[in-house]
């Protein structure tokens, strides 16, 4: 089994619906994170969490919500989604004073929106 | 202006020649510098990754990174098509903030 686990794989929604992503992990990290990846713009953060009471917007968090329930689950939620949201959702994990940077990234939530 | 550039490709080679891949950063505070695949449909994965300026190799695989120009290099050397997959270029400070390039494709053709 991975050790970082994304749900849906595949969405496809309609302008205005709430979805949620959900992410979880069997690497006892404390910190996660979700990035979209669009071409040509890479990956962008969207918010990050150093532990469950810990929460923090990345660069891209408007329009966007999430939910640290446990150490090891992290959600990401669009409360009404818009086309301009459709991308590759990438859910990452790391090691708590890891500075070399390495992150466990899932195998990503293609999302659509019509 | 992001503060990692890269080219985003696609860079298609045959078999056996060097890829070379570059990225430019713009924050001085950056000491790590790493580089990522990516394969079709799956999620980066690290690939090597370089403390302050120098070289590290590893394999078929070699890292530069040159602090004075902001310059970051991975080369490729006897490439294969295995290796076709998108390379993304990440540098981090000391508070472990991450910055990723755009990531460039590259397509190693048999």
């Known amino acids: 089994d991975a050790d970082v686990t994304q749900t849906p794989r595949n969405r496809i929604t309609k302008t205005g619906k709430r979805i949620m992503l959900e992410c979880s992990q069997t690497k006892g990290h404390d910190r996660m994170y979700w990035y979209r990846q669009d071409p040509g713009l890479g990956l962008r953060l969207i918010y990050y969490s150093f532990d469950v009471k810990d929460i923090n917007k990345g660069e891209i968090s408007d329009g966007y919500s999430v939910s640290r329930q446990a150490q090891a689950k992290f959600s990401l939620s669009l409360e009404s989604a818009i086309p301009n949201q459709t991308a590759l959702y990438f859910c990452a994990t790391r090691e708590s004073g890891a500075n070399t940077g390495e992150l466990f990234f899932g195998e990503g939530s293609r999302l659509t929106v019509l | 202006q992001k503060e990692v550039e890269q080219d985003p490709g696609p860079l298609s080679v045959p078999e056996g020649a060097i890829v070379s891949l570059n990225c430019t950063y713009s924050?001085?505070?950056?000491?790590?510098f790493m580089w990522y695949r990516q394969y079709s449909r799956k999620g980066p994965e690290l690939l090597m990754y370089t403390y302050s300026s120098g070289n590290k190799e590893d394999g078929r695989f070699t890292a530069q990174v040159d602090k004075s120009s902001k310059y970051i290099s991975l080369f490729i050397r006897d490439s294969q098509p295995s290796d076709s997959a998108t390379y993304l270029c990440?540098?981090?400070?000391?508070?472990?903030?991450?910055?990723f390039g755009a990531g460039t494709q590259v397509v190693v053709t048999p």
């Open positions: 990440a540098s981090t400070d000391s508070w472990g903030k991450l910055q």
């Open positions: 924050n001085s505070a950056f000491q790590y």
